[in-house]
């Protein structure tokens, strides 16, 4: 099996920046989302990155922003992929010259089949669960057999966790698997302990 990919998203604080890194996370996630509760700025954000090494890919992460704001946001942090959790149109995804993932909230494969003729040029599909105004980070998953054989990269994400990581990637084989509240002691506060038994579990499987 080729290495999946782990991305820990909704980070707040320096010191679970350094914890993922050092746990050996592929990508780091933050939230520029001013409802949610894991919300950074930019400004933060490029302050938690800021010592963050190469090869350690940085998203940032928008629900139905404005363009104005996002070349704002960019302007201050370099972050290296975009991830669009809203309605966003392809034409509105690709107008940053930014790598970027499309966030799906899955109620139906027909969803899934959908994004992927409408997002041709993201660079993945971000599968998630659909949950009635919540844009994500719900804490919740998915049916997983919902997912088709797709042959464009796509991320695992909803309701991950130590306990069912393992199961996810051995039965959908994902090119790489996001988590948020699955690592946290509280929304925002990553534990240690959680990201390290969660990254551990994925790699495990991949032996
Ligand atoms: O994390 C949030 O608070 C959030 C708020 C609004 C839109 C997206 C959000 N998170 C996006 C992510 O990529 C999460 O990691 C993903 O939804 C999975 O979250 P979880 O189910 O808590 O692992």
């Avoid at 592929?26 to 490029?46: H, I, K, M, N």
């Avoid at 139905?64 to 946001?73: G, Q």
């Avoid at 940053?96 to 499309?102: A, D, E, L, V």
Wanted: proline letters at 5%; aromatic letters at 8%.
């Amino acid at each position: 099996m080729s290495k999946v990919r782990i991305k820990i998203c909704g980070l707040t604080r320096n010191q679970d920046v350094q914890v993922a890194v050092a746990e050996g996370a592929d990508a780091l996630g933050f939230v520029l989302y001013a409802p949610s509760p894991r919300a950074v700025t930019a400004e933060q954000a490029a302050l938690l990155i800021k010592d963050s090494p190469a090869f350690v890919t940085t998203v940032a992460l928008f629900v139905n922003e404005s363009a104005e704001e996002i070349v704002r946001a960019l302007t201050v942090c370099s972050f290296d992929l975009l991830q669009f959790h809203g309605d966003e149109t392809p034409q509105f995804c690709r107008q940053f010259n930014r790598p970027y993932m499309k966030a799906i909230r899955v109620r139906s494969a027909e969803d899934i089949h959908r994004a992927v003729q409408q997002y041709p040029d993201a660079k993945a599909l971000l599968l998630d669960a659909y949950v009635e105004n919540l844009p994500g980070g719900t804490g919740q998953a998915f049916d997983w057999r919902l997912i088709p054989e797709l042959s464009i990269p796509w991320v695992l994400a909803g309701g991950l966790n130590a306990n069912n990581v393992a199961d996810a990637v051995n039965q959908v084989q994902p090119f790489a698997v996001d988590v948020s509240g699955g690592v946290e002691a509280s929304k925002g506060i990553k534990d240690r302990q959680k990201i390290k038994d969660f990254i551990s579990e994925v790699r495990n499987v991949e032996r």
